[in-house]
């Protein structure tokens, strides 16, 4: 099925260096959604964003509705050990079902 | 919180046998329920969209003879994988549409999966 183009798919860093991964889409959508998933458990979402231009902080996490509503970012600033695992980006358009990117998997070095 | 529940969370049958998996939200109604499928290092694959009181929509290639859907309330919602393959051998995770921050959102709130061995 449709996926979004999620990128970097992987990322190898230092303990405290920032982190920004980012989703794109051909399609327009009205809700982006990044989750995190740990192994072996089900995603949990981080940060949900229902409108163009907006801008979400949690915490250390940061994420943007792209203006032109195809792209979303995530960044994580000064990242620690527990933020390793898979981020997910997901796009909806109205009450359809979501649709996921690939997954960035993220890898700290202590 | 929205909270979704999920059991079991690790299971292994053997081949030709069926196993249920079931998904639970445990503090709000959920008229709407997902299933998806997800092998390792990739993306979650939605199989099927559970709706209380009605049938299962599938996904294009899911065989629906073979991965059974009830939803029959607001709350639960069952995968039964039918005369299970080795190559049925996958993480499942339901997920539930919960209220969301406005009238017009909707939240996704996810179990926390299945292992599912088949051997």
């Known amino acids: 099925g449709q996926q979004l183009n999620q990128s970097p798919q992987s990322m190898f860093i230092q303990e405290g260096e920032d982190v920004s991964m980012n989703c794109t889409s051909s399609?327009?959508?009205?809700?982006w959604l990044w989750y995190k998933q740990d192994p072996g458990e089900g995603p949990v979402l981080l940060i949900a964003?229902?409108?163009?231009?907006e801008l979400t902080s949690n915490g250390r996490l940061t994420a943007q509705f792209g203006i032109t509503r195809k792209d979303s970012f995530l960044n994580i600033s000064a990242s620690i050990p527990s933020d390793v695992g898979i981020y997910f980006c997901?796009?909806?358009?109205?009450?359809?079902?979501?649709?996921f990117g690939q997954g960035t998997r993220l890898t700290i070095n202590p | 919180g929205a909270v979704v529940s999920q059991h079991p969370s690790w299971v292994i049958c053997k081949s030709g046998t069926s196993v249920k998996i079931e998904c639970r939200s445990l503090?709000?109604?959920?008229?709407?329920m997902f299933w998806y499928r997800q092998f390792p290092k990739q993306s979650l694959m939605l199989m099927a969209t559970?709706?209380?009181?009605?049938?299962?929509?599938?996904e294009q290639g899911v065989e629906k003879d073979k991965f059974l859907i009830n939803h029959a309330s607001l709350t639960l919602s069952t995968l039964t994988v039918t005369s299970a393959h080795p190559e049925d051998s996958s993480f499942y995770i339901c997920?539930?549409?919960?209220?969301?921050?406005?009238?017009?959102?909707?939240?996704?709130?996810f179990g926390s999966g299945t292992r599912l061995t088949v051997v």
């Open positions: 997920s539930a549409r919960s209220p969301g921050r406005t009238g017009t959102t909707y939240g996704y709130t």
């Open positions: 399609s327009i959508f009205n809700t």
């Open positions: 964003l229902y409108k163009a231009g």
């Open positions: 997901a796009g909806q358009r109205g009450a359809q079902k979501l649709v």
């Open positions: 503090d709000f109604q959920a008229t709407t």
């Open positions: 559970s709706n209380e009181g009605s049938k299962a929509t599938y």
